[in-house]
């Protein structure tokens, strides 16, 4: 048997992957900011894209179009708190990284800051972006992206890692061991 949904949640069956914390905008004007995301995925890998889904009211896309990048910053569990402050507040109105205690650290390669407690980072140039109906869908191209040794073999070690994946509202599971097929 099967339970129908309201068209509008079918996001509730595909919206597991990892919620990442995305920083924007310029560590050198001093105009930066932090937002949870679960919305975001490969796109390509030659060249690499990677592409993310954010509200076209949120202060991130106001930064992101002004500056043209971000960083896609991979968490592990022991920041779900901070997801949740950070998903809680306006950075136009609070400094999200001080009160979600995490730092900001200098990119290599862009403008916006990555976040120093995080698993790893993906630094992204905006490509392009299309507005669908108060959300932007932002493409980026992958310059740098780079993980600590312990979450790495050639593949995310889930099971050290530890991601956390939003089910929406305040669900979220984390990632478990992975297994060869």
């Keep these: 048997m099967r339970k129908k949904l309201p068209d509008e ?10 919620c990442v914390l995305v920083t924007s905008g310029s560590m050198k004007r001093g105009e930066i900011n932090v937002a949870p995301i679960a919305w ?72 916006t800051p990555f976040i120093k407690e995080s698993a790893g980072h993906i630094e992204c140039k905006l490509k392009t972006k299309a507005d669908y109906g108060g959300v932007f869908l932002f493409v980026g191209k992958v310059v740098h992206c780079e993980i600590e040794n312990r979450f790495y073999d050639g593949h995310l070690l889930p099971e050290k890692a530890k991601t956390p994946h939003h089910l929406g509202g305040s669900y979220f599971f984390v990632s478990g061991k992975r297994k060869k097929y």
């Design 40 to 111: 975001g995925t490969p796109v390509n890998d030659e060249p690499p894209l990677v592409a993310i889904c954010v509200a076209t009211s949120h202060h991130t896309a106001k930064l992101i179009n002004k500056y043209g990048c971000f960083a896609i910053n991979l968490v592990s569990r022991q920041l779900i708190p901070a997801i949740k402050i950070c998903g809680s507040v306006s950075g136009r109105h609070a400094d999200k990284f001080k009160r979600a205690g995490i730092t900001p650290s200098g990119c290599r390669k862009i403008s």
């Design 9 to 18: 949640e079918f996001y509730h069956l595909i919206n597991h992957g990892p």
